[in-house]
């Protein structure tokens, strides 16, 4: 049964017996199908940079990303090739430079664009880090990133280098108005936090790439801002002479955007991988071996929650700080899963069903302060090998949670799979939860977090030359956000439509 209005008061159980009352333009679709044509301890800080040295001009990495479809040196990937390296479907995809046995002993074909740096790091017996983008104790990804670092969580070999914060730091100085009233408490938080670090380790925030020194190789630049200003962000880390980066997922809000990123980095010579941390989460990977195990006709299903309140203002807030929406930003672990784990892709799918039969909860869309994203969506992928994959997202459940559920071809549960956060108490590498209030996401996830800067830091100082295995790349991401438009637009069609019989219908109606 569908419900369907211009605006409507939208009460629906969600997850646990969650009811969300919200009132605004929303479609609530019941069960239904829709086809489409598959679319194409360290951080001692003791090499602390001095405030103001200029490093090189950002100028040329801005000016080359926006000018990345141009032609890089020669083995690059070209825009011809990005389609090939986009996880096409089985048996046409490009560029794996080698294939490697992961800790979990299942083999993962790795992806040329990292083996295509030349990045010398031979002696090397530390790896420096920059956080970009360090947001607020206790809520950012930055943050969490700066104090795993400086609090050994990492190992003795990662030294905090610096940090980069524009949106805060942007709002202090000489000849700034005063910071804003709605920005007080805020900034209050910010400078705490910026005292601490220094205190403890003698890290200096900055508010931008161009006011600290040169980086050192080898060097992890993490990229930890809002999705729309992370390429500005990457042409700043290359041009400061970063030999790696640490991208925060999704990367950009396009595919288009993520290709360019590719380029950048390929001209650059710079290892990229991005933070899609439940890669190497057991539970994930639980469930990798156990769809395996299975065989033809396994079905694999991930279902994520996170705890926004359920009210109008903290989605709308929502709404806005994740601008590219649920699809690309929250669900798109579990499309990133799909992709690298169980080779769905946007080349072999060939039907989007919304609301399958079974599903936890209903897809939900809302217009919220003049943006219109999903609070819950629940899609399952068919290929067009007659396999399934199902992805259920919800917004506004009780708590945040993780778990994938494998069922065999005759639809037996073999495995149902719960992410689990780690121990914290009593960690010393993780007192900082504990400091003041912490996102649940930050804490439930913290483990996975470090584990990734780890892998990423072993793998350097092990002088590897190709992708790190097991951690997720450039073309990870390129495959998952192509997925995501195509469920996006699957899910918008599918509403517009719902919608749009509902007007036709009122006005039989009048």
Known sequence: MALVGRVVAATRAGAHGLRLNIAARSTVVGRASMSSAAGGAGGGGSSSPRRGARGPSTT???????????????????????????????????????????????LRRQWSTWAEATIDCAGADSVNFVVAGTGLPGKGMGWAHIRQIVDGAIDKRATAYAAVEPHYLGLLGAGRPPVPVSEADAMRSFDAMRRGLRAKSRLELVPRFGEIAPLPSPSIAILAGRTPDQPKLFAEA??????????????????????????????????????????????AQAARRAATAA?????????????VEATEAALSECFARNSEGL???????????????????????????????????????????????????????????????????????????????????????VLESVAECGAVEGDATAACLTEQETTSYLREQWHDYAAVKRAMVDHILAGG??????????????????????????????????????????????
């Open 60 to 106: 040329a990495a801005a000016s080359g990303t926006a000018a990345a479809a141009g032609s890089g040196p020669p083995g690059s990937p070209s825009a011809a090739d990005d389609a090939h390296h986009s996880h096409g479907s089985k048996g046409t995809r490009r560029g794996y430079a080698s294939t490697a046995a992961d800790r979990t002993g299942v």
């Open 238 to 283: 290359i041009a400061a002479g970063a030999s790696h980066v640490l991208l925060e997922k999704p990367g950009a809000d396009s595919v288009e955007a993520l290709l360019a990123l590719k380029r950048v980095a390929a001209r650059a010579g710079v290892g990229v991988c991005v933070n899609f941390q439940k890669h190497v989460s057991k539970y």
């Open 295 to 307: 065989g033809a006709g396994a079905r694999v299903t991930y279902v994520h929650t996170n705890d």
């Open 327 to 413: 699809v690309k930003n929250m669900a798109i672990h579990e499309l990133a899963l799909l992709v690298d784990f169980h080779d769905v892709t946007a080349d072999n799918v060939v039907r989007v069903e919304v609301d399958p039969e079974g599903a936890p909860w209903a897809t939900q869309r809302l217009t919220l302060d003049g943006r219109t994203d999903f609070a819950r969506v629940a899609v399952t992928l068919h290929t067009a090998d007659g396999r399934a994959a199902s992805v259920f997202a919800d917004r506004c459940a009780p708590r945040n949670s993780a778990r994938a559920l494998v069922h065999d071809a005759s639809g037996e549960l």
């Open 465 to 510: 030359t190709d992708a790190p295995v097991g951690l997720a790349t450039l073309d990870t991401a390129v495959g998952a956000m192509r997925l995501a438009e195509l469920v996006t637009r699957e899910l918008t069609a599918h509403f517009d439509a719902a919608d749009a019989g509902a007007g036709a219908g009122a006005e039989a109606s009048a």
